[in-house]
């Protein structure tokens, strides 16, 4: 006679069963801790299944290793595997169209989240109004034809900015007249040479001493351009 579902014979056959497949008295006991049983139990219980018929039992040594019993299990028929094959499938693809739906429904939720709250909309309105008011309001100070610059402060920009001007001018030559006296005879491929003591020219780095001095006196330039 089979133990009560409820006793802890019979809720270890039940998971011996349901495992079907070689178990020890710690995978047992380790899988049935939310019965509280204890391992003395659980091992009692083992040896009480397997003397009375219910399980099966090999000995490794000191080890035991129980098994459900195969004999207490239906085994299908062919007709029996066909139509399990068949419910099988049939599962298989209601799980692939949860799945798909499952995804649809995550993608919209990621949409949702990555729009912004109503709250946040009137924050960015506000800030948005607020740089638009600057904005007009630098414009209008600007038709209003309101100096910005002082005629002696813009003298003494353009000034400093020709003096800078002339100085570069003037150690790009001296420079240039240094480096043709020191490559002169130099069997070093130049610009091997120039890699080796780390120099840049001005149009390695963007620049060019040209268009800057054009900067001094634009007017001019496009006058002569004509």
């Known amino acids: 006679m089979p133990p009560k579902s409820d ?5 270890v056959l039940g998971f011996v069963k349901e495992q079907n497949r070689p178990l020890n008295t710690q995978n047992v006991a380790d899988a049935l801790q939310k019965y509280n049983l204890k ?6 219980a083992l040896d009480t299944l397997a003397d009375n018929g219910q399980i099966s039992f090999k000995e490794y ?13 239906k085994i299908p028929n062919n007709q029996e595997l066909d139509q399990m094959k068949k419910d099988n499938s049939k599962l298989q693809d ?11 429904v995550e993608a919209e939720i990621r949409v949702l989240h990555s729009n912004m709250t109503l709250e946040e909309i009137q924050d960015k309105e506000a800030k948005l109004i607020g740089e638009v008011e600057e904005m007009e309001e630098k414009l209008s100070t600007l038709r209003s034809g309101v ?12 000034e400093t900015y020709a003096e800078k001007i002339n100085q570069w001018r003037k150690r790009k030559r001296i420079f240039k ?7 002169e005879n130099s069997p ?9 003591l780390g120099l840049e020219y001005d149009e390695d780095v963007g620049v060019s001493l040209q268009s800057c001095s054009e900067l001094i006196n634009p007017g001019k ?3 002569t351009a004509r």
Not at 61 to 73: E, T, V
Not at 178 to 183: E, Q, V
Not at 188 to 196: M, N, S, T
């Open 94 to 104: 209601e799980l692939g169209a949860q799945k798909k739906a499952i995804s649809e």
């Open 7 to 11: 006793s802890v014979e019979g809720i």
């Open 61 to 73: 040594g000191k080890q035991k290793i129980y098994l459900a019993r195969q004999d207490h299990f």
């Open 221 to 223: 330039r496009r006058k």
């Open 177 to 183: 007249e240094l480096w043709d006296a020191i490559t």
């Open 188 to 196: 070093k491929d130049l610009k091997e040479f120039k890699e080796e």
């Open 39 to 44: 391992k003395t139990a659980v091992q009692k």
């Open 147 to 158: 100096v910005l610059v002082k005629a002696e402060d813009k003298k003494v920009i353009e």
